[in-house]
């Protein structure tokens, strides 16, 4: 069988063919990765050293009512749809598993794509977010979604300098009281371009499961450990 590529995983026949591509691209993305204390302090300074991916914003200090008050008045009109993609973004600001932290703080995150972190084949976030943590590369707290959706409204450069269609925010999965047995939710910017008005982002959620994996071209964006 051929090795792993997107076109050879799309004309696989069998869920079995399938696995066994995915398997083989397991092996070959961990071939090569050295995680001697050397290695992992060159590519963390590789990854931060493009200011241009670098975001730095404030958390916390509203309540969550404050903080999602504070999206509406960014709304134009009253068409929700010019913030948010779909109902689920809005469900999951207002359901239980969404929260904020009473202590503001100043933050940098970084947008770093799968493969700079040595993925060549589609790896899960357990995965993803392991390697990235060895680069001192943290999760993030779930507010970091809108509050970076905010940021970009104000400075555009933010998102449309990070080159990407879409950033997902690394963090934990939040649930859906709204939608009993639907997967988990990872926040995610995109862009909004609404009859020739200049590009905005949009908040979205992806939806996301333990099994799932993420294509090397995937974008997230981690908090910078001090």
């Known amino acids: 069988m051929e090795g792993y590529s997107r076109e050879t995983f799309d004309k696989a026949q069998t869920e079995e063919e399938k696995n066994i591509l995915l398997e083989k691209a397991q092996e070959d993305t961990h071939g090569g990765f050295s995680e001697s204390e050397e290695a992992l302090n060159s590519m963390r300074e590789r990854l931060l050293s493009n200011p241009e991916k670098i975001f730095h914003i404030t958390v916390g200090g509203k309540t969550k009512n404050e903080l999602i008050n504070k999206l509406w008045s960014k709304i134009r009109g009253d068409d929700k749809t010019t913030l948010l993609h779909g109902s689920w973004a809005e469900q999951l ?16 995150l970084v947008a770093v794509s799968v493969s700079d972190l040595g993925f060549r084949a589609p790896t899960t976030a357990e995965e993803i977010y392991r390697r990235a943590e060895s680069l001192g590369l943290d999760i993030c707290p779930a507010e970091v979604g809108p509050v970076l959706l905010l940021a970009n409204l104000e400075d555009d450069r933010l998102f449309i300098s990070a080159g990407s269609e879409e950033l997902l925010i690394a963090m934990n999965g939040l649930g859906n009281t709204a939608r009993p047995g639907s997967y988990d939710g990872l926040f995610a910017l995109r862009p909004f371009d609404s009859f020739g008005e200049p590009k905005h982002p949009l908040l979205e959620v992806v939806g996301t499961k333990p099994a799932a994996s993420y294509y090397p071209s995937t974008v997230f964006v981690f908090h910078v450990r001090k």
């Open 93 to 108: 600001l207002k359901g239980e598993d969404f929260t904020t932290s009473e202590k503001m703080e100043n933050i940098d």
